[in-house]
């Protein structure tokens, strides 16, 4: 299967005429699709002589969006031994750790990760990560809508995102009822209309992303420690975003916003595997991502773009932004506006 380029999408049938009618041949090739599309993976399937799939893939900028459709049951199991392969670059410029948020449309589906189980019900949605083992089980006439991410860009650091995988969100209520829906619909009109999808819609599918981590992660209780810790960093986060404007920001400017000692700080950054100056530096990087990838910001120089989120020097801002993406600012802009 060739991976989408560009706006484009890549379509897979278990049934086209491509793919030899042998059961053999379908557990290959279905093995193959899975891994070519989204990580490597063992599999097993029920009955390979009736099973059918249909998967339709696009990319939209930094999101990869995804149809599935399974007649039949399989499973699909990130083992250590798959995780110790390279994975796939799904997004380019953008390493290959990924975050999955799926919502499930009909027939059976559980998934498995970190000691949890999700067992799905339509109208549900729920994460898992692919940089851990995870177990995804399917049955009946099965569809799900998903959306694979760059981890790296989400917002949530990944001691706290580890607390939200493989649970059951209902997507009827909260920020769910504004995440659930919309990743539906994006992915249908990412997968019929891909030259028409604005990249922004994957900008605007981050947000409602993080609104939802941040609500489910207000809700639980995190097992052993106090609800206090996650919402004075909920808290913190929220000061760094509207400040990485001003070029002063860093570590004593935010312990003193909090009355915290400075050591206090980083150890609450220590704990969600982070550093003060880290988190700033790639909040400031993913808001002059979004600039640059702006069709309406296209004559706002780089370097103005850099210092808008507190870099104010152009050669370091570069630098940083190659380091991040793989690319200069200007290369970067010329391709999301390609």
Partial sequence: MNKPRGRGVARFMTDSKCVRPTAAARVETVHRLVGDTFVPVALSIGDADSFRAKVETSNLGTVRMNRLHFSGDIVLRRTPRQLSRAAPQLIEHHGPEY???????????VISQDGRQANLSPGDYVFYDTTRPFDFAVSGDFHMYSAILPRQLVRIPPAQLSRLTARRFDGRVGAGALLAPFLVELGRQTIKEPQTASIRLADALFDML?????????????????????????????FVERNLGDP??????????????????????????????????????????????????VAVPVGVIGARWGLVNAAHFSRLFKAAHGLSPREYRAWALS
Avoid: Y
């Fill in 248 to 297: 002063g920001l860093d570590g004593m400017a935010i312990a003193a916003a909090f009355h915290l000692s400075l050591r206090q700080l980083q150890r609450l950054f220590e704990t969600d595997g982070h550093t003060v100056t880290e988190w700033i530096r790639n909040r400031r990087i993913e808001h002059c991502r979004k600039d640059l990838a702006n069709a309406e910001l």
């Fill in 210 to 238: 993080e609104a939802s981590l941040c609500e489910q992660l207000a809700r639980a209780r995190p097992e052993g420690r106090s609800r206090v810790q996650p919402d004075l960093m909920l808290r913190i986060f929220g």
């Fill in 99 to 109: 975050l999955k948020v799926a919502v499930h449309v009909a027939g059976g589906c």
